[in-house]
């Protein structure tokens, strides 16, 4: 049977339809090359966001004439959406063949079996600890040209238990994998030609195993050899330690990126988002990043910092909103993912009253927005006339928002930058390869440049 995957929401789905994809391939299914050649659908689903759930179900609206155009095609909806809903997704859409929880990827494929046998809707959302992780003949072989991100799971699940957040409830407890096992699936994507990997989970500074922490494992990832970045993501304000901060710096292969959220820059939302910090707590830690790295105004790519940042949560007044807004331009964010509050079910929060009007929660996400944009662009702004190393993630023609004539890569401090290339296409540099570049132009989310040199160096 011929399938196709298709990814919906964060990293860590990213990662799971790469696991999703592996399972069937050993159970002798075959990748097709687009949703109209696949015989089995598999959408891998977010449910963070109540807009992330309405686009999957207009996603099985648009796709209720695949299966009328050939009787057999088959539909499955893995993720955490499937964990959250269940048997709901099959009597809603009424087009799903299998429903698969964030536990269940392992058994996919006798799902499939069983619903193709005529056994009818298959649902599986029971919680084993032992289908977290995948044994070593079912690490990464990825075919083709190298792809980046090259993510790597550390851990499943959160036990922060945010009032606003569905993950514990999807994902379920935290649950660390071996750091052995880690190193592993690194040393396996390095002899496979990959030479940045992103390790990632909900909280990977909460990582512990038998006495390891992240740091630890930072510091163990680092020892591989041929590995020339590495990246972590998501960090939490409480949890975040100088210890780590430390290890980022010590090592030349870890990137100097933090994605750091502090959602809102009132102390009594973050008191109703359980978040366990304070606003001045959160600024102490990036006080002493800045401290370890030194001041982005004077150089430029010093270190990176993203966050998190959510209007309207809990009858947010108009003067808690200000206090976010001060929040933004004191800490000067290179960038931020930013969004409305939408109740989510089997939240705490989804039993209180929500009196912020979407009409408001809008035109402040707009001014939020425009806040954000204008201090990016002044960041980036300091980078024009620098140098900086650039690992290579995409060739011309690869991506459809790049241009024929240029190459995207990605700094140690996560910013896009668009290369101009070589007119000969021998002389483009491979993907995977890092090279001196010179910033000539900048947006808010990208740079731009031109290559000034090839280098395999990992320094700064």
Not at 50 to 59: F, H, L, P, W
Not at 129 to 148: K, Q, V
Not at 404 to 424: A, C, M, Q, Y
Request: proline share 5%; with cysteine.
């Amino acid at each position: 049977m011929k399938f196709k995957v298709l990814t919906f929401g964060c990293q860590m789905n990213v990662y799971d339809t790469g696991r999703i994809e592996r399972y069937l391939v050993a159970a002798g299914h075959e990748p097709a090359l687009s949703e109209e050649l696949a015989d089995l659908l598999i959408l891998n689903t977010c449910a963070i966001r109540d807009s992330a759930e309405s686009r999957v179900y207009g996603t099985l609206g648009r796709l209720a004439h695949y299966k009328k155009e050939r009787p057999g095609r088959m539909i499955a909806v893995a993720g955490c959406m499937a964990q959250k809903e269940g048997i709901e997704l099959v009597k809603r859409s009424g087009v799903v063949d299998v429903v698969a929880g964030t536990h269940a990827i392992p058994r996919i494929p006798s799902l499939i079996e069983q619903a193709a046998a005529g056994m009818g809707p298959q649902v599986e959302t029971a919680r084993s600890e032992s289908d977290l992780f995948d044994e070593p003949e079912y690490l990464p072989i990825r075919s083709g040209p190298l792809r980046y991100p090259a993510f790597v799971s550390i851990m499943q699940g959160c036990n922060k238990v945010c009032s606003f957040c569905v993950v514990p409830y999807t994902r379920g407890k935290e649950v660390c994998r071996p750091p052995e096992d880690v190193v592993a699936e690194c040393v396996s994507l390095v002899r496979q030609g990959y030479r940045e990997v992103t390790l990632i989970g909900q909280n990977v500074d909460s990582y512990r195993f038998e006495g390891v922490d992240f740091a630890d494992l930072l510091a163990r990832v680092s020892r591989i050899e041929e590995l020339s970045r590495i990246r972590f993501t998501t960090s939490h304000p409480q949890d975040i330690t100088p210890k780590l901060i430390d290890t980022v710096a010590e090592f030349d292969n870890i990137c100097e990126n933090f994605h750091f959220p502090l959602q809102a820059g009132s102390n009594r939302v973050l008191k109703e988002m359980k978040r366990g910090y304070v606003v001045e707590e959160y600024f102490e830690k990036l006080a002493y990043i800045e401290k370890v790295f030194g001041p982005r105004e004077t150089r430029p790519f010093s270190y990176g910092i993203s966050t998190d940042l959510m209007v309207g949560f809990a009858n947010e007044t108009e003067a808690e909103f200000e206090e976010t807004l001060d929040a933004v331009r004191r800490a000067r964010w290179d960038s931020a993912f930013m969004f409305k509050y939408s109740r989510r079910e089997r939240t705490a929060a989804h039993r209180w009253e929500d009196r912020v009007s979407e009409e408001e929660k809008s035109e402040r996400l707009a001014r939020l927005i425009e806040l954000q944009e204008s201090i990016s662009l002044s960041l980036n702004l300091l980078a024009l006339g620098k140098t900086v190393e650039v690992l290579i993630e995409g060739l011309p023609g690869a991506d459809p928002e790049q241009p024929l004539t240029r190459v995207k890569g990605r700094t140690r401090t996560n910013k896009v930058i668009s290369l101009e290339t070589p007119e000969d296409p021998s002389e483009w540099p491979p993907i995977g390869e890092t090279v001196e570049a010179l910033v000539t132009d900048c947006k808010p989310v990208t740079l731009r440049g031109e290559m000034v040199g090839r280098t395999t160096s990992v320094g700064a």
